[in-house]
């Protein structure tokens, strides 16, 4: 969609239509999908001799592609990737932390649009000479028996693809597979760490952005630390700040920043937003709109995203701190917390909730759920059950839609077939 409105393709549709003199248009797609009086690209492109003209000479330093951005918080932006870029952050990857050797062999059905498939999968295949093994789609119930067939040992994960691998039931020979190592990241670590043992795996959790064209940082290996996010990679110098840009001490949070200490490791900023990569660029360092801390032995921490917060009694909380706990219930599967504005200028908090199968909750019991485990101005108080929440490809949960839901009375108890149980705007 935004890559559509990104090309004025509205815009030049309109002109068209007041450019009688134009003799042809041409549609980039299926014949089916062309509009009446476009020419079909490929017919088009067998019009011409095939020396009729030779592509101009590319250099390193040229975008290779446009990558848009997750858009978990707002409307998603097209990073510019060079080609240097790509092949960079495939070698750091491979490098220092897949350690590949000419037996591995890459294997995803994940789209090419995700960092982890495009550059971890493809580019990593590449610059280490493996085998690359590419899927239509991914499959559940096959999804190891490709394993299998194909020898793949690396792989890429994403929450969706867990959760709906962990749901199958359990057989002998789950562990029994030629994959050493799946890597990914945004994923529950409970979850993320029984997958590994039950599907005999190393799990490698690291730090994705769409602006690096790869892994920032990285949890491995037997440098591993349970919940972080890891350390930077070569090329990277990460640090955390405060909101006037000044670098925070050890535990504190803040916002994680980075700054490419190579320019191979540099994106090319934003397509056709140049105040927006302004904003994210100070002095050097990319501001990545996470939220997070550093401990003592130099491993980072992911909190939330920065927007991503409540605002009570002037100070600010992460939603984080809330789905944590209401995640805890047992009957709830997933949750997603945001603010509504009060009267008094201040955040009321709101929960989405996807129940387990078969489940049913009251009002009573998430507020006695969360009231012994949390602040008293950080329970809930509008609650909202749906079936499911609007997610991206990678699982990460686009709050920004949510908070285009409408606000209804606070819920004042009785099952969750009534109230304000409804399904989301999708």
């Given at each position: 969609?935004?890559?559509?409105?990104?090309?004025?393709?509205?815009?030049?549709?309109?002109?068209?239509?007041?450019?009688?003199?134009?003799?042809?248009?041409?549609?980039?797609?299926?014949?089916?999908?062309?509009?009446?009086?476009?020419?079909?690209?490929?017919?088009?492109?067998?019009?011409?001799?095939?020396?009729?003209?030779?592509?101009?000479?590319?250099?390193?330093?040229?975008?290779?592609?446009?990558?848009?951005?997750?858009?978990?918080?707002?409307?998603?932006?097209?990073?510019?990737?060079?080609?240097?870029?790509?092949?960079?952050?495939?070698?750091?990857?491979?490098?220092?932390?897949?350690?590949?050797?000419?037996?591995?062999?890459?294997?995803?059905?994940?789209?090419?649009?995700?960092?982890?498939?495009?550059?971890?999968?493809?580019?990593?295949?590449?610059?280490?000479?493996?085998?690359?093994?590419?899927?239509?789609?991914?499959?559940?119930?096959?999804?190891?028996?490709?394993?299998?067939?194909?020898?793949?040992?690396?792989?890429?994960?994403?929450?969706?693809?867990?959760?709906?691998?962990?749901?199958?039931?359990?057989?002998?020979?789950?562990?029994?597979?030629?994959?050493?190592?799946?890597?990914?990241?945004?994923?529950?670590?409970?979850?993320?760490?029984?997958?590994?043992?039950?599907?005999?795996?190393?799990?490698?959790?690291?730090?994705?952005?769409?602006?690096?064209?790869?892994?920032?940082?990285?949890?491995?290996?037997?440098?591993?630390?349970?919940?972080?996010?890891?350390?930077?990679?070569?090329?990277?110098?990460?640090?955390?700040?405060?909101?006037?840009?000044e670098e925070l001490p050890t535990g504190l949070s803040g916002e994680i920043v980075l700054r490419p200490t190579?320019?191979?490791?540099?994106?090319?900023?934003?397509?056709?937003?140049?105040?927006?990569?302004?904003?994210?660029?100070?002095?050097?360092?990319?501001?990545?709109?996470?939220?997070?801390?550093?401990?003592?032995?130099?491993?980072?921490?992911?909190?939330?995203?920065?927007?991503?917060?409540?605002?009570?009694?002037?100070?600010?909380?992460?939603?984080?701190?809330?789905?944590?706990?209401?995640?805890?219930?047992?009957?709830?599967?997933?949750?997603?917390?945001?603010?509504?504005?009060?009267?008094?200028?201040?955040?009321?908090?709101?929960?989405?909730?996807?129940?387990?199968?078969?489940?049913?909750?009251?009002?009573?019991?998430?507020?006695?759920?969360?009231?012994?485990?949390?602040?008293?101005?950080?329970?809930?108080?509008?609650?909202?059950?749906?079936p499911e929440l609007p997610k991206t490809a990678i699982g990460g949960i686009r709050k920004h839609e949510l908070?285009?839901?409408?606000?209804?009375?606070?819920?004042?108890?009785?099952?969750?077939?009534?109230?304000?149980?409804?399904?989301?705007?999708?």
């Amino acid at each position: 969609v935004f890559a559509v409105e990104d090309s004025a393709y509205l815009a030049v549709e309109e002109r068209l239509r007041k450019l009688p003199k134009i003799r042809k248009k041409i549609w980039v797609g299926s014949i089916a999908g062309a509009p009446p009086g476009f020419l079909n690209f490929r017919e088009a492109l067998g019009a011409f001799p095939r020396t009729a003209g030779r592509l101009p000479p590319t250099d390193p330093s040229d975008v290779m592609s446009i990558v848009y951005t997750p858009g978990t918080t707002g409307l998603p932006k097209g990073a510019m990737i060079s080609h240097r870029n790509y092949s960079h952050a495939g070698r750091v990857w491979v490098e220092n932390v897949l350690r590949a050797g000419e037996r591995d062999v890459f294997y995803t059905d994940q789209p090419l649009s995700l960092v982890q498939t495009r550059t971890l999968s493809v580019v990593g295949a590449l610059v280490s000479g493996c085998r690359l093994v590419l899927g239509d789609r991914f499959l559940a119930r096959t999804f190891f028996d490709t394993i299998r067939r194909h020898g793949a040992t690396v792989f890429p994960y994403t929450s969706p693809m867990i959760e709906s691998l962990m749901a199958l039931e359990p057989r002998p020979d789950d562990a029994t597979n030629p994959a050493r190592l799946a890597f990914g990241g945004a994923v529950d670590r409970s979850a993320a760490r029984e997958f590994g043992v039950r599907f005999g795996l190393e799990m490698v959790e690291g730090f994705q952005l769409a602006e690096c064209g790869g892994m920032c940082l990285a949890n491995f290996g037997d440098r591993a630390k349970e919940g972080s996010i890891g350390k930077p990679l070569p090329a990277y110098e990460v640090k955390v700040f405060d909101e006037f840009g000044e670098e925070l001490p050890t535990g504190l949070s803040g916002e994680i920043v980075l700054r490419p200490t190579t320019p191979e490791a540099a994106f090319l900023g934003y397509y056709r937003e140049h105040d927006r990569t302004a904003e994210i660029m100070t002095n050097g360092w990319f501001h990545t709109g996470d939220r997070g801390y550093v401990d003592t032995e130099g491993y980072f921490f992911f909190i939330d995203r920065k927007g991503d917060c409540i605002r009570r009694g002037g100070e600010v909380f992460p939603c984080g701190e809330v789905e944590r706990i209401v995640n805890g219930h047992p009957k709830v599967l997933e949750s997603a917390a945001t603010g509504i504005r009060s009267e008094l200028d201040d955040e009321e908090v709101r929960v989405f909730l996807v129940l387990r199968p078969g489940m049913d909750v009251t009002q009573e019991e998430i507020v006695a759920w969360c009231s012994g485990r949390m602040a008293s101005h950080l329970v809930p108080r509008h609650v909202e059950i749906v079936p499911e929440l609007p997610k991206t490809a990678i699982g990460g949960i686009r709050k920004h839609e949510l908070r285009k839901y409408p606000v209804r009375e606070e819920w004042t108890g009785g099952p969750s077939s009534g109230g304000n149980s409804s399904k989301l705007p999708l």
